[in-house]
């Protein structure tokens, strides 16, 4: 077939999925008789390809046996050229093998001579408009995860990818949400014509877009997003305006069928902000995350999850003293959640809650860790009145509009004193809006709950952040203390970090302090508090209370 045709076909094909609303697209060119449909039609009826011949014929197989009668007289019509188009209603088969309802518009496009030569429309399927995207034509978030669920069901390995854009705001804000959205039904395009053909692609929540495949293998899968990131970074033209764009990408492999689509989910985030965050874009592999036993890990993250779902079954606080550098008397505690169960024995959080981070259900966890360590802190307000509760909070939590109200209904709930509690936070919060976070932690400082910034220098932004919010105490984390007797550039950046930090009036507290020698070294440096295991590991409530501090 003539190249120049194809072009032409996909030229108006383009045309008409701009102003789909959504809809199943398809143009066919009527000459050859040679069509092209929407991704998101092949991949819920079904259909051989994007690009068929006889198309109509096709199609009406899907078509209910008692409607087949009047769409094969109508599109008969239309190739004869007795009819401009049809707008009718039929039944048509989805590949679950269940009819759904469809409302089917599409009209002839004449050349010169006024002779039939395309014929497109639309199909608006009218069972699973939620299923579809609306500016790219893909299937929706919704379809992701009802496919994913049928690979589970029928245990079939399979690789799943997600695929986002870094900076898309700053294009929303110089050329408009208009715009931002042709950049994106651009950008799918070339995302379903690199992967398409053997897998099947979906848009997700704001820029990003999942692949999910059982053909394609994970080198493969590598050397396309390669190829996707070459195209986008210098062929995207938007308006004869070349867009350049930086994408992030996770990948994990499904073979563990056992596990919720939820769970797999959330590993899959979590490999794409790697990929965002620590990698530049480079593809992440969850499955090279943790490099040993990862099956048994998978399944151990699903398995703590469903503990989150029954009421936190099996998670635990632990606590670590905290103590002032110049009397060493306790002057608060840090609560650490653990969890635990017969078949894994003690998790350490270090291993889920990164993870359960990305899932929607952390900051219900996030809650319950608030609640029991105020209401664990009660107990030590008669004998240590001043001590100070440290609960880390996850950007998670702090994204929830309704954090700030959580917090006070707590406070109110376990009858803890607000002025007792110091929630730590971690350079990570960067990627919420700043302005909102400030004005959040403005509102904790009238009420006099503390805010501390944990690890501090571990991350690109700790600087940014002590500049921007109220933070009452910067927590210098371990690995610049290990060496401190030894380490001359750990001793100058512990100096640098205790007179930043009392340049934005805030108290330092040094973590790792494992020694009596590491204890008296940094006093030297301005440090107001200790934490570590020569003063006591972190341990349960019962034991906590029986040391003397």
Not at 444 to 456: Q, R, S
Request: glycine share 6%; aromatic share 12%; proline share 2%.
């Amino acid at each position: 077939m003539d190249t120049s045709r194809i072009k032409k076909l996909d030229s108006l094909f383009e045309t008409f999925s701009i102003i789909a609303e959504g809809n199943y697209v398809y143009v066919c060119d009527m000459k050859n008789d040679y069509s092209r449909w929407s991704r998101s039609a092949v991949d819920f009826f079904n259909l051989p390809d994007r690009y068929m011949y006889d198309a109509g014929t096709i199609w009406e197989e899907h078509i209910h046996p008692e409607d087949r009668e009047n769409y094969r007289k109508s599109i008969d019509n239309i190739f004869s050229g007795q009819d401009n188009g049809h707008n009718m209603q039929y039944r048509a088969k989805s590949a679950d093998g269940n009819y759904v309802v469809c409302t089917c518009r599409g009209a002839v496009i004449r050349d010169e001579e006024g002779k039939p030569e395309y014929f497109a429309g639309a199909i608006k399927n009218h069972g699973s408009l939620s299923y579809m995207d609306t500016i790219t034509g893909l299937r929706s978030v919704y379809g992701f995860f009802d496919d994913l669920k049928a690979i589970l069901w029928k245990r079939k390995k399979a690789l799943t990818v997600m695929i986002g854009v870094t900076g898309f705001s700053m294009i929303n804000d110089v050329y408009g949400y208009k715009f931002g959205n042709k950049v994106l039904r651009t950008l799918s395009n070339f995302i379903d014509d690199i992967f398409g053909k053997d897998c099947s692609v979906y848009r997700m929540d704001g820029t990003k877009f999942a692949i999910l495949t059982s053909k394609v293998d994970k080198d493969k899968i590598s050397e396309l997003y390669r190829k996707l990131q070459e195209q986008v970074a210098h062929n995207l033209f938007i308006e004869e305006e070349r867009i350049s764009l930086t994408l992030n990408a996770g990948l994990m492999v499904v073979d563990d069928f056992n596990i919720a689509s939820e769970t797999i989910y959330s590993c899959l985030k979590y490999a794409y902000y790697e990929s965002k965050n620590r990698r530049l874009g480079e593809m992440v592999v969850f499955e090279n995350i943790e490099n040993k036993n990862n099956k048994q890990f998978i399944e151990k993250l699903n398995v703590i999850r469903n503990s989150v779902v029954e009421n936190c079954k099996g998670f635990y606080l632990c606590y670590q003293p905290i103590m002032s550098a110049d009397t060493e008397k306790l002057k608060g505690m840090e609560a650490l959640v653990r969890w635990k169960s017969n078949e894994y024995g003690v998790v350490p959080p270090i291993q889920f809650v990164p993870v359960l981070e990305q899932d929607a259900l952390f900051p219900e966890l996030g809650k319950w860790i608030l609640r029991q360590a105020m209401t664990d802190g009660k107990i030590f307000l008669e004998k240590y009145p001043d001590f100070i509760m440290n609960v880390n909070i996850s950007y998670a939590q702090l994204e929830k509009s309704d954090f700030v109200s959580d917090v006070f209904n707590l406070l109110q709930e376990t009858g803890f004193p607000a002025e007792n509690l110091c929630l730590e936070i971690t350079e990570r919060c960067r990627l919420l809006d700043m302005d909102i976070l400030n004005n959040m932690f403005r509102i904790f400082k009238e009420h006099h709950i503390k805010i501390a910034l944990d690890d501090f220098g571990t991350g690109f932004s700790s600087l940014g952040v002590l500049r921007t919010l109220p933070i009452d105490t910067v927590k210098i984390d371990r690995e610049f203390v290990k060496n401190i007797e030894q380490s001359i550039s750990d001793q100058n950046t512990v100096r640098f970090i205790s007179s930043l930090a009392n340049g934005f009036e805030a108290e330092v507290c040094v973590e790792g302090v494992e020694t009596a020698q590491m204890r008296d070294f940094l006093r030297n440096y301005g440090v107001k508090s200790f934490q570590g295991y020569y003063y006591s590991k972190p341990i349960p409530m019962e034991e906590f209370i029986k040391k003397d501090f």
